[in-house]
């Protein structure tokens, strides 16, 4: 196509700006796609995961238009509505031959260029042939957003070992705490406890699923998990929240023979002090899962189509690319939302 594009260039926290760069050219086995809405995460407010990569084009949760197929690509074509997930990793190495596919080697490798918030980026051979789906007609782009972090969610759940029955507790209850609360009940937890300082965020946990609500400030957070679940913790805790404290509380609260699954990592460099005997004495574990792989996002795709989930109740804001500080701002500071959806091409952009 040729020309230039605007894209939301990320150099630290506090400085993301709108630039012109190219729009992608892509080889015949290649898309190009039409951004028309892009998830922001909150991971990307890591900001000592991502200053090391700066600058760099914002965006890895995009749902879009194709608006050119390479002429070897017979899988799809111009006009798909689709969406397609960041990374792909290599099937037959060995860490995916053992079910980690996320840590391929060439996982990281295989990022959408140049990014997702940006009016368009091309995906490759790869992408198209693992990654890439067909969204219907009635399925909402800023809703297909969600598919790859609680892709997320729904890996984290596959590895955290929830039994039928369990009691499942939730440390922060932003919009990925939200998502393990909304489908731990398909992966047949009982109780679900939300953990978070925030009584709007509780309240929203309630709305996706929880039955009871935990606020640290306010009262004794082990004594009411004991009073509503017979006198035990939890069974699965799972900790959003990346603070070596956060994941501190998190053992605490998980009882004996119980699990804890760390879903966001503290910064690098942190260290945790723990107790083996303590570890071992309590049968405890500690899982994690790193991003989501093409399973997990087909996974979730068919309760999305299903319509097992709700997931645009996790929705709070909407913005154009101009809007991308004022977005970031709301992601840092919390509050009153969980969910920003960006729309490269304006919010009212259908083709």
Same mark, same amino acid.
């Given at each position: 196509?040729?020309?230039t594009m605007?894209?939301?260039m990320?150099y630290?926290?506090?400085?993301?700006?709108?630039?012109?760069?190219p729009? @992608?050219e892509?080889?015949?086995?290649?898309i190009l796609?039409?951004? $028309?809405?892009c998830g922001?995460?909150?991971?990307e407010a890591?900001?000592?995961?991502?200053?090391?990569r700066?600058?760099? /084009?914002?965006?890895?949760e @995009?749902?879009g238009?194709?608006?050119k197929a390479?002429?070897? /690509?017979?899988k799809?074509?111009?006009?798909?509505?689709?969406f397609v997930?960041?990374?792909?990793?290599r099937?037959?190495s060995h860490?995916s031959?053992r079910?980690?596919?996320t840590k391929?080697?060439?996982?990281?490798?295989?990022?959408?260029k140049p990014?997702?918030?940006?009016?368009?980026?091309?995906?490759s051979?790869?992408h198209?042939e693992?990654?890439t789906?067909?969204?219907p007609g009635w399925?909402?782009?800023?809703?297909?957003t969600l598919?790859e972090?609680?892709?997320?969610v729904l890996?984290?759940?596959?590895?955290?070992?929830?039994?039928?029955g369990d009691?499942v507790?939730?440390?922060?209850?932003?919009?990925?705490?939200?998502?393990?609360?909304?489908?731990?009940?398909?992966?047949?937890?009982?109780l679900?406890?939300?953990?978070?300082?925030s009584d709007?965020?509780?309240?929203?946990a309630?709305?996706?699923?929880?039955?009871?609500?935990?606020n640290?400030?306010?009262e004794d957070i082990?004594? =009411?998990?004991r009073d509503?679940n017979?006198?035990? =913790?939890?069974?699965?805790?799972?900790m959003? /929240? @990346?603070s070596? =404290?956060?994941l501190e509380?998190?053992?605490?609260?998980?009882?004996?023979?119980g699990?804890?699954h760390?879903?966001?990592p503290?910064?690098?460099g942190? /260290?945790?002090?723990?107790i083996?005997a303590?570890l071992y004495?309590r049968?405890?574990?500690i899982t994690?899962?790193?991003?989501?792989?093409?399973?997990? $996002?087909?996974q979730?795709?068919?309760?999305?189509?299903a =319509?097992?989930?709700e997931?645009?109740k996790a929705?709070?804001h909407?913005?154009e690319?101009?809007?991308?500080?004022e977005?970031f701002?709301?992601?840092?500071?919390?509050?009153q939302?969980l969910?920003?959806?960006?729309?490269?091409?304006g919010?009212n952009?259908v083709?």
């Open positions: 196509m040729g020309g605007k894209a939301a990320y630290n926290n506090k400085d993301i700006r709108i630039e012109e760069v729009i @992608p892509i080889d015949g086995d290649e796609v039409k951004t $028309i809405a922001l995460c909150g991971g890591m900001e000592w995961y991502h200053i090391k700066a600058p760099k /084009v914002m965006g890895h @995009p749902a238009i194709i608006a390479g002429r070897d /690509v017979k799809f074509k111009e006009g798909d509505r689709v997930n960041h990374h792909v990793p099937l037959n860490q031959l079910g980690h596919f391929d080697d060439s996982y990281k490798n295989s990022e959408l990014g997702g918030m940006c009016e368009y980026f091309k995906a051979a790869a198209v693992n990654g789906f067909l969204l399925m909402d782009y800023g809703t297909a598919l972090p609680w892709g997320c890996g984290g759940l596959k590895v955290s070992g929830i039994r039928p009691t507790a939730v440390v922060g209850c932003g919009f990925m705490g939200q998502g393990f609360i909304h489908l731990s009940r398909l992966f047949g937890a009982g679900v406890f939300a953990c978070d300082l709007w965020r509780l309240n929203k309630l709305e996706m699923g929880a039955t009871a609500t935990l640290p400030e306010k082990i004594q =009411k998990m509503l017979d006198g035990r =913790k939890a069974d699965v805790v799972i959003t /929240v @990346p070596i =404290k956060t509380q998190a053992i605490q609260m998980a009882e004996t023979g699990t804890v760390m879903n966001a503290p910064p690098a942190q /260290v945790l002090n723990l083996p303590d004495d049968e405890m574990g994690t899962k790193y991003s989501a792989d093409q399973f997990d $996002i087909y979730l795709f068919r309760l999305f189509l =319509k097992r989930l997931p645009e929705i709070t909407k913005f690319l101009d809007g991308i500080n977005a701002s709301l992601l840092i500071k919390g509050g939302s969910k920003s959806v960006i729309y490269p091409n919010i952009a083709s």
